[in-house]
Structures are given as structure tokens and as C-alpha cells.
């Protein structure tokens, strides 16, 4: 229930998102939260909303490692 009323309210934001990748896009961003999983955190449909609108490739940043999101590495 919490990420399908999540993405209805994201879906009301394309303005802000849109700004947030255009200066994702002009400068080093980081977007943080305390949830551990990022699979299980509103970053990750932020992140990617942005992505579809021209934001930059998206890292998530872990422990020790890196991990590109794996929905735009299927679609590549």
C-alpha cells in the first residue's frame, strides 16, 4: 500500500523531478536515506522517475560496494 500511494504522489511531482535531474545532471547529487535496502526505500522511485527524465545514471552506494540499477541495464 505504501509504494503504490508513493508512486501516485510521485506521479503528481514532474516538475520537482524534473528539476532534481536537471541538477542531478549539472552536479555531483547523492540522495540518502536511513533505510539499509535501497530496493525497500522512496530513494530508489525518486531516483529512477528522475532518471527517466534525463537525471544521471543511477549507483546505489552500500557497504563496501557499488550497484548500478538494474532496470536501465536491462533496458540498454
Known sequence: A????????LGTQEATVRELARLAKATQACLVCFEADY?????TYVARAAR????????HLM?????ADSVFQAAA
Open 52 to 59: 527517466k527524465l534525463g537525471g544521471p545514471p543511477i549507483v
Open 63 to 67: 557497504a563496501r560496494t557499488a550497484q
Open 2 to 9: 505504501y509504494t503504490r500511494s508513493f508512486l501516485a504522489y
Open 39 to 43: 530496493a525497500m526505500c522512496h530513494r
